[in-house]
């Protein structure tokens, strides 16, 4: 059985995130948040966020910017350009993982809703 703490938690997080969801689906002028979208429906916030988290998609195996980045011994003040040709390349891994764990068919506000969860604004909800 749950705690009233987990219980609580976990009604919370039922809450916010259909609020999200709900925000979705509401005329531009009437939503609660300006997150704005790529052409395949994946939040830009998230794509902000990449390079500082850590994620785990079905199908994939964990995908970390910064541990990529100590592997090959890339640091920003040593070369910018390196770094920031590999984190859009992260971006670009990470927007196919996230694509093809939903699947070739996903309705866009799935991919919205999802990929909004994931990004670090996202993830508060969590907490």
Not at 15 to 43: K, M, Q
């Amino acid at each position: 059985a749950l705690s009233r703490g987990e219980l609580r938690a976990r009604i919370a997080l039922q809450h916010f995130t259909a609020v999200d969801v709900e925000d979705l689906t509401l005329p531009s002028g009437e939503r609660r948040s300006d997150d704005a979208f790529t052409e395949a429906g994946v939040s830009e916030q998230l794509l902000l966020d990449a390079g500082r988290s850590d994620f785990a998609l079905p199908g994939s195996e964990v995908l970390s910017f910064r541990q990529e980045c100590e592997e090959r011994g890339a640091s920003l003040e040593a070369n910018s350009f390196e770094v920031e040709t590999l984190l859009q390349e992260f971006e670009r891994r990470l927007v196919d993982a996230l694509l093809d764990s939903l699947g070739v068919d996903a309705p866009r506000i799935l991919v919205q809703a999802v990929s909004r969860s994931m990004s670090q604004s996202g993830m508060a909800n969590l907490e």
